[in-house]
């Protein structure tokens, strides 16, 4: 549970929507339920993409990309880690590559160069933590946590972005609606 007790309720897909990246919100900002929920450890970096990544960016071997890696926490306990994956050819300039992306995030910046997402997939697996994981969000050695991996496509159907999240299991729950 949170601090507060409650769990996150990260819904889908309205968190993704336009209107909320477009407005100026992050779209981690409305899952919170009012609670604040705070960005740290931000690095953002170049590097040659992981082979699963350069793959699904339709990279070559040795492909150069943007990592942008953070935690997020509430009430002082990290409950999500999230690192994302954009092309650099397509970011390089651009305030994606700065610490703050500004309001509404990395999506809103991909909007104002002309690649704006329009299709979303998302992955979700339980696996075992690493190490490294169960150190930074607090879990016991290998404890099963919650993956979600997400690629963003533009209305061309590039892949713009991939971002790799792990979520704390005891503080999220994962809700879907959509209509029939």
């Given at each position: 549970m949170t601090a507060g007790g409650e769990r996150i309720i990260r819904t889908n897909p309205q968190r993704l929507s336009r209107a909320v990246w477009e407005?100026?919100?992050?779209?981690?900002?409305?899952?919170?339920?009012g609670r604040t929920l705070e960005v740290t450890g931000?690095?953002?970096d170049e590097i040659a993409a992981p082979d699963h990544i350069a793959q699904a960016l339709g990279l070559g071997e040795g492909g150069l990309v943007v990592r942008r890696s953070r935690t997020y926490e509430t009430g002082g306990r990290p409950v999500q880690m999230a690192t994302s994956y954009l092309l650099l050819d397509l970011v390089?300039?651009?305030?994606?590559?700065?610490?703050d992306a500004g309001p509404?995030?990395?999506?809103a910046r991909l909007a104002?160069?002309?690649?704006?997402?329009?299709?979303?997939?998302?992955d979700v697996i339980a696996r075992s933590a690493t190490i490294t994981e169960s150190d930074q969000l607090g879990l016991r050695t290998c404890q099963t946590l919650i993956q979600v991996t997400r690629t963003a496509r533009d209305a061309t159907g590039r892949a713009i972005e991939v971002n790799e999240m792990v979520l704390?299991?005891?503080r999220y729950q994962l809700r879907y609606e959509f209509n029939a």
């Open positions: 407005s100026g919100r992050s779209i981690q900002a409305s899952d919170t339920g931000v690095r953002v390089h300039g651009t305030p994606i590559t700065q610490a509404g995030g990395t999506y104002e160069i002309g690649h704006a997402p329009a299709r979303f997939t998302e704390h299991p005891q």
